[in-house]
């Protein structure tokens, strides 16, 4: 069965770096688009990056932009999410997430996503 396995969480400061890393398993990892999900307390969870099977293509949503970079390792079956000056409204539980359908983009469907890991603890302090 699918498996993701993310790590990589932590407490830092706001301005630290941290790289979350999420290792997949029971499925072609090549075929698939993988994303980066976040849910704060209280808020609902919102796509942060997602990154298709041969990383031509590659989404952020607004807020992180020009601070986060996804990235994949076929050959390592890992997907990866840089994140830079981390903020303190960066704080929350990163969930990594395969695609329903192989060889398929559509990052703003719901619907897009069928697995979930157990989610990274980040925590950013001022």
């Known amino acids: 069965q699918v498996q993701l396995v993310e790590s990589g969480g932590e407490s830092v400061q706001a301005g630290d770096s941290l790289r979350l890393s999420c290792v997949a398993s029971?499925?072609?990892?090549?075929?698939?688009?993988m994303g980066w999900f976040r849910q704060a307390p209280g808020k609902a969870r919102e796509v942060v990056a997602a990154?298709?099977?041969?990383?031509?293509?590659?989404f952020y949503t607004d807020s992180v932009k020009g601070r986060f970079d996804i990235y994949r390792d076929n050959g390592g079956v890992t997907v990866y999410l840089q994140m830079n000056n981390l903020q303190r409204e960066d704080t929350a539980v990163y969930y990594c997430a395969k695609a329903k359908n192989h060889y398929t983009w559509a990052v703003d469907k719901d619907d897009q996503w069928d697995s979930w890991g157990q989610g990274t603890q980040v925590t950013v302090s001022s």
């Open positions: 029971g499925f072609t990892f090549s075929r698939y688009a």
């Open positions: 990154i298709s099977w041969a990383s031509t293509s590659k």
